[in-house]
């Protein structure tokens, strides 16, 4: 069974700031998701990644299938970014998700 | 539809009472999850669907719950003799592509409260 690891799990910063979450799974997948879910609110898909990097506005994912490990950048940060990000993985030996705890993430004006 | 449909929203229901959660995915989706989230907690994993099969029922906690799907289209949540710690968020959520490889669309989820 895929373990998915974040840090930190609490993040607290500045608005402006660069922010970086981390996920670390231990097994080979075949997809990795981030996904974002505000308070009380619904999930909503950021990005799937298989290699590579992606960006989608102010939001950059990498992700290191050799090192097992993955990181979801936010840059400029606001106030509305923020939210629990979750990282979940597909593969290591199921077809479902494996989440990790989520990254809760306070941006303060 | 234009995105996952759940029903219903909130359910409260009283302990040893059976319960049916309904999902309606994305028209096209042939990939469906079922995942449940209890208060403070993250994510859980129950049953993923690939057409009308279940390929993986890894995730559901006891023979109390049990799943199915019809049509390739709508599923359905079954939870018998519902106990209190079954209380959660129960999500669905529904993809394109086979296994989880291409994007998730999430519904709003049911929340379920056992008295």
């Known amino acids: 069974k895929n373990e998915v690891e974040q840090s930190p799990q609490n993040l607290t910063a500045q608005e402006g700031e660069f922010i970086t979450i981390n996920c670390s799974y231990s097994?080979?997948?075949?997809?990795l998701h981030w996904l974002q879910q505000h308070p009380g609110g619904g999930i909503v898909s950021l990005f799937m990644?298989?290699?590579g990097k992606k960006k989608h506005g102010r939001l950059i994912a990498t992700i290191n299938i050799q090192e097992k490990h993955s990181s979801l950048h936010i840059t400029a940060s606001h106030p509305r970014d923020s939210a629990v990000y979750i990282c979940?993985?597909?593969?290591?030996?199921?077809?479902?998700?494996?989440f990790g705890k989520g990254t809760h993430l306070i941006i303060q004006p | 539809g234009a995105g996952v449909s759940q029903s219903p929203s909130n359910k409260v229901t009283e302990k040893g009472k059976d319960v049916e959660l309904r999902c309606d995915p994305i028209?096209?989706?042939?990939?469906l999850y079922w995942y449940r989230q209890s208060l403070g907690q993250g994510l859980e994993f129950l049953i993923y669907?690939?057409?009308?099969?279940?390929?993986?029922k890894s995730g559901l906690p006891s023979d109390r719950f049990s799943a199915e799907r019809t049509g390739g289209s709508v599923s359905t949540l079954t939870i018998q003799r519902t106990q209190q710690e079954d209380s959660a968020v129960y999500l669905c959520?529904?993809?394109?592509?086979?296994?989880?490889?291409?994007?998730?669309?999430f519904g709003e989820g049911s929340r379920l409260t056992v008295l």
């Open positions: 959520a529904s993809s394109f592509r086979q296994g989880a490889v291409g994007e998730l669309f």
């Open positions: 097994v080979g997948i075949s997809a």
């Open positions: 990644l298989s290699s």
């Open positions: 979940a993985v597909v593969g290591g030996g199921a077809d479902g998700l494996t």
């Open positions: 028209s096209g989706h042939t990939a």
């Open positions: 669907f690939q057409g009308n099969s279940a390929p993986d």
